[in-house]
Structures are given as structure tokens and as C-alpha cells.
């Protein structure tokens, strides 16, 4: 199968994703096109509705596009079937979610190791207690979800995401379930991270501020791309 090499980790064509209605068809997306640079932050923006959240999917591959091409890391997406883009996503990519998505019955320390195990990593405890002291709960690394707050659960989460050394990492609305005071704390943490790991950051967002501190900023609106903001900050 044909890889596409270059600087750019995420190559989108002319895509387009429609779903079927009572009476024909929805179009989501209408021809989204656009590139993402290695090492770069991105963040969509746009009302709900817009289309961000099915662009966001598409892009990590948990659905398939009704037309148009999806390059990821040079592995042509759109071609792939649902065990091969699984697969994928298991080897370059990380997520984190609004409503964080740990298990119920695993502690925060096993939450973190679980994606290390299902990659085959020898080393996920050592990895895990590592990541774990970074985002500053080492205290907790035996205290199940249910037993930590929303910004504790969510720095786990980050964790997680972080533990495979993923290419790529896709963040749905991170600091969505958050105060001010813990999401600020969130965004600070997801960005030492993403910098210390070169880590590329696609990240959907509602929140304009976070947004900013990204390098390029999509705006979407009805399904198009309707503005595209160069933006540059080193901290946040």
C-alpha cells in the first residue's frame, strides 16, 4: 500500500462525509482540506453543529469519510479498514476526552498502564510511575476514579494518552468537564507534555483562550472551514 512521506503528519483532501436521513442525505463535511505540520499544535474551533467533533473522528480514524483522501503519518487513512485503522491508532496515537473515559475498576496507576499493555510495552509500570509523578499525582497512583476529582481524573487521562509515545494526539473538548481554575491547570499540563514529547496536538475545543495558544487555529462553520488563524505561543 502507497505511504505519503513528508513534513506534514496529517494530509487532508478534499474531504467530504455524508449521512443518510429520512429523506436522502446530510452533508457533515463539505471538501475540508488542509495540512498539519510534524510537531505542530491545532486547534478546530466552531459552534456545535459545525462540524468539528466529525472532523476530529475522522482524523483519528474512528470513522471513515464518505469521499476525499486522510494521510496519517504517511499511512493513507481513508483506505484502511476498521481492524487496520485500529491498529494505527494502537501504534501513533493518543487521545484524551472531555469526559475522560478511565475505568471504573482500575486505579489511576493501571488506567495509565493499560494502553503500554495493550501495545506490548514491557516496561508499562515504570512508565506509568513516571508519568504519573509528572502530573503530580503520585499520591494517588493506588486511588480509583471514583475516589479522585474531575482535574485529577483528567491529569490521569493525560497520562494515558501520553504513555504509548504517541505521534499524534487528538484532544476532544479537554477541558470541557472543568472549572477555570483546573482547566487552566489541564491546558498547562497537556502542553509541557505535548512540548516535551513532540508530540503533534489536534485538539477541538469550545473554550477561544485555550484555542489561542495553539499554533494554527481551523474555524469551522456548516461544514466548511470558513477561516484559518496562524497563531504562535510558547507558553500558556
Same mark, same amino acid.
Given at each position: 500500500?502507497? +505511504?505519503?512521506?513528508?513534513?506534514?503528519? #496529517?494530509?487532508?483532501?478534499? &474531504?467530504?462525509? /455524508?449521512?443518510?436521513?429520512?429523506?436522502? =442525505?446530510?452533508?457533515?463535511?463539505?471538501?475540508?482540506?488542509?495540512?498539519?505540520? /510534524?510537531? +505542530?499544535?491545532?486547534?478546530?474551533?466552531?459552534?456545535?453543529?459545525?462540524?468539528?467533533?466529525?472532523?476530529?473522528?475522522?482524523?483519528?480514524?474512528?470513522?471513515?469519510?464518505?469521499?476525499?483522501?486522510?494521510?496519517?503519518?504517511?499511512?493513507? &487513512?481513508?483506505?484502511?479498514?476498521?481492524?487496520?485503522?485500529?491498529?494505527? /491508532?494502537?501504534?501513533? @496515537?493518543?487521545?484524551?476526552?472531555?469526559?475522560?473515559?478511565?475505568?471504573?475498576?482500575?486505579?489511576?496507576?493501571?488506567?495509565?498502564? &493499560?494502553?503500554?499493555?495493550?501495545?506490548? $510495552?514491557?516496561?508499562?509500570?515504570?512508565?506509568?510511575?513516571?508519568? #504519573? +509523578?509528572? @502530573?503530580?499525582?503520585?499520591?494517588?497512583?493506588? *486511588?480509583?476514579?471514583?475516589?479522585?476529582?474531575?482535574?485529577?481524573?483528567? /491529569?490521569?487521562?493525560?497520562?494515558?494518552?501520553? $504513555?504509548?509515545?504517541?505521534?499524534?494526539?487528538?484532544?476532544?473538548?479537554?477541558?470541557?468537564?472543568?472549572?477555570?481554575?483546573?482547566?487552566?491547570?489541564?491546558?498547562?499540563?497537556?502542553?509541557?507534555?505535548?512540548?516535551?514529547?513532540?508530540?503533534?496536538?489536534?485538539?477541538?475545543? *469550545?473554550?477561544?483562550?485555550?484555542?489561542?495558544?495553539?499554533? =494554527? @487555529?481551523?474555524?469551522?462553520?456548516?461544514?466548511?472551514?470558513?477561516? *484559518?488563524?496562524? +497563531?504562535?505561543?510558547?507558553?500558556?
Amino acid at each position: 500500500m502507497p +505511504e505519503v512521506k513528508n513534513e506534514n503528519i #496529517i494530509i487532508v483532501k478534499n &474531504l467530504i462525509k /455524508r449521512v443518510n436521513i429520512n429523506n436522502g =442525505h446530510l452533508e457533515i463535511l463539505k471538501s475540508i482540506s488542509f495540512n498539519v505540520k /510534524r510537531g +505542530e499544535t491545532i486547534a478546530i474551533v466552531g459552534a456545535s453543529g459545525s462540524g468539528k467533533s466529525t472532523l476530529l473522528g475522522l482524523l483519528a480514524g474512528l470513522d471513515s469519510p464518505t469521499q476525499g483522501e486522510i494521510y496519517l503519518d504517511g499511512a493513507p &487513512l481513508h483506505q484502511l479498514d476498521e481492524e487496520q485503522r485500529t491498529a494505527l /491508532r494502537s501504534q501513533k @496515537v493518543g487521545f484524551i476526552f472531555q469526559s475522560f473515559l478511565l475505568l471504573p475498576s482500575l486505579t489511576a496507576l493501571e488506567n495509565i498502564m &493499560l494502553p503500554a499493555q495493550l501495545a506490548g $510495552i514491557d516496561n508499562a509500570e515504570q512508565l506509568a510511575q513516571q508519568l #504519573i +509523578e509528572k @502530573v503530580g499525582l503520585s499520591e494517588r497512583f493506588d *486511588h480509583y476514579p471514583n475516589q479522585l476529582s474531575g482535574g485529577e481524573q483528567q /491529569r490521569v487521562a493525560i497520562a494515558r494518552a501520553f $504513555i504509548t509515545k504517541p505521534k499524534i494526539l487528538f484532544a476532544d473538548e479537554p477541558t470541557g468537564n472543568l472549572d477555570s481554575g483546573n482547566g487552566d491547570k489541564i491546558a498547562q499540563l497537556m502542553f509541557d507534555l505535548n512540548r516535551e514529547h513532540h508530540t503533534t496536538l489536534v485538539l477541538v475545543t *469550545h473554550d477561544l483562550q485555550l484555542a489561542n495558544h495553539c499554533q =494554527h @487555529v481551523l474555524t469551522m462553520a456548516a461544514g466548511l472551514i470558513i477561516e *484559518h488563524v496562524a +497563531e504562535y505561543s510558547d507558553v500558556v
